[in-house]
């Protein structure tokens, strides 16, 4: 078996770093976004093995014309293919087409969450019983409770600016919120995501609001033993996406004991449960309700419950559950 291992920052690429290392099994590298000649020498890597690959991600299924042998597809959403949010360009459109074609060719479809296999059974006609869910795992040796060292008092944001991402009813939150608690503060962790542009109605917001030294954006790339830190010193993490495949930074937050408060859609259900407060991700004022409420009650409520929670996902039992799937293969 040979895995793709990508090197972005995102959350498809953390998950193919960490599940590659879990697996233990031959990889190929590469990145996910290619400089001159990447994409060409991807190729040829994949058309010389004579190994079973697995794919680690959706948008890479589009290269599995030159393989020799069956594959294996990890999907960890459908949202670009089917939900109109991010305005792909026509070029855009046929690739994705081509990772639907050679997605429903695979051999196996994983999908990292009971959602997102409900996705890609409904959009590609995959009956789901031949989709196996197998969730993403957090490095508990980073993303842990700790001291809380950043001295000032903020809701945490980690992610892109994607329009999906919801982030202006976000914003429009905090304004509500700093009528009760007006040294409040937002730190937005993440890169604006592929397109610059997308960082243009979040500044409209932020001046709508007169919310200028409110916001504070962290865009270059910071490590995850950073990342942990600005979770400990949270007053929670606000999650307000339109829709998720899985959703990295809840879990990262509930490991790290930061209370977690997400838009209500299925995937942040289904991981975080009963550990976390939601709200309507069309509302800004049920958002903000949702922060003010975390922020008043005993943090003990959510932050032992959310650790807990975390606890049940794993890169370890994530590769376990993986290399079943490989020996019901024959590989």
């Known amino acids: 078996m040979i ?16 599940m590659a290392n879990a697996l233990g099994v031959n990889t190929i590298h590469t990145r996910r976004y290619f400089a001159d000649g990447e994409e060409e020498e991807l190729l040829d890597k994949l058309a010389n093995t004579t190994e079973c690959v697995h794919i680690s ?11 020799q042998k069956p594959y294996i597809v990890t999907v960890h959403d459908v949202i670009r293919n089917f939900y109109d949010f991010d305005g792909e360009s026509g070029r855009d459109r046929f690739l994705l087409r081509l990772d639907e074609y050679f997605i429903k060719q695979a051999m196996r479809v994983i999908a990292v969450s009971s959602f997102t296999a ?6 590609l006609n995959i009956p789901r019983g031949d989709i196996d869910v197998v ?5 508990h040796n980073i993303f842990k409770p700790g001291d809380k060292v950043l001295p000032f008092s903020y809701i945490l944001y980690v992610g892109s600016e994607r329009p999906r991402k919801n982030l202006p009813v976000l914003i429009e939150a905090l304004a509500i919120v700093r009528k009760s608690f007006p040294n409040l503060k937002l730190v937005k962790v993440g890169g604006t995501g592929r397109d610059e542009r997308f960082r243009e109605p979040i500044d409209q917001t932020v001046h709508k609001f007169n919310l200028q030294g409110a916001v504070q954006f962290v865009d270059g790339y910071i490590d995850d033993q950073t990342l942990a830190r600005y979770y400990r010193s949270a007053k929670a993490l606000v999650y307000p996406s339109l829709m998720e495949g899985f959703g990295l930074p809840p879990l990262e937050a509930m490991a790290c004991g930061c209370p977690v408060v997400c838009s209500d859609i299925a995937a942040s259900r289904e991981v975080v449960q009963d550990a976390g407060l939601f709200f309507d991700p069309n509302d800004p004022e049920d958002c903000a309700l949702k922060i003010i409420q975390m922020i008043q009650e005993p943090s003990d409520g959510y932050t032992i419950p959310g650790v807990g929670r975390a606890g049940n996902f794993r890169w370890d039992i994530a590769a376990k559950e993986t290399r079943r799937i490989y020996n019901e293969c024959g590989y």
Not at 5 to 18: L, M, N, Y
Not at 118 to 123: A, Q
């Open 135 to 139: 969730y993403n795992g957090v490095d």
């Open 118 to 123: 409900d996705e890609v059974s409904k959009w």
């Open 57 to 67: 991600n959706q948008n890479f299924a589009r290269y599995a014309f030159c393989l």
């Open 3 to 18: 895995y793709i291992v990508t090197h972005e920052r995102s959350g498809f690429d953390k998950h193919s770093q960490e």
